[in-house]
């Protein structure tokens, strides 16, 4: 009887989600294009907050500092970098997917790096 409850509820979960996975694809696509390599900070930023997304912009110094006690781990570029987060969407009984971007920057301020990381949240 467990067996074949957890068994509906996984496919029921799987099958809700599917839509957040092409919501997913397509905010990730939106903002590759939007965030291009190499562009500056200051333009990365303004994209950024016209999007509205919750984002934190640190020195090379705290970027490197926060690469060693941050899992997964990233590889500093020696610039600052910005850390964002963009909701991706909900489904009605909970099921929540955000992306999260992190940023890096050269000492000179030009992005060359990026990585998108999908946040899945049931609560």
């Known amino acids: 009887m467990r067996t074949a409850l957890a068994s509906a ?9 599917a ?3 092409a919501d997913t694809a397509r905010t990730r696509a939106e903002l590759e294009r939007q965030l291009p ?3 500056s900070l200051a333009d990365v930023e303004a994209t950024v907050k016209a999007r509205q997304l919750p984002y934190t912009v640190y020195s090379p110094r705290d970027c490197e500092n926060n ?3 941050t899992s997964p781990t990233y590889a500093v570029k ?7 987060l963009a909701k991706v969407g ?3 009984y ?10 890096f920057f050269d000492p000179s301020g030009k992005l060359v790096d990026r990585e998108f990381q999908r946040i899945d949240t049931f609560i």
């Not at 509820?9 to 989600?17: D, K, L, P, S």
């Open 67 to 69: 690469a060693k006690i």
């Open 37 to 39: 390599v190499g562009r």
């Open 9 to 17: 509820v996984g496919v029921f979960i799987a099958t809700g989600c």
């Open 19 to 21: 839509p957040l996975s």
């Open 78 to 84: 020696g610039g600052p970098c910005l850390f964002a």
């Open 90 to 92: 909900a489904t009605w």
């Open 94 to 103: 909970g099921y929540t997917v955000d992306l999260q971007l992190r940023l």
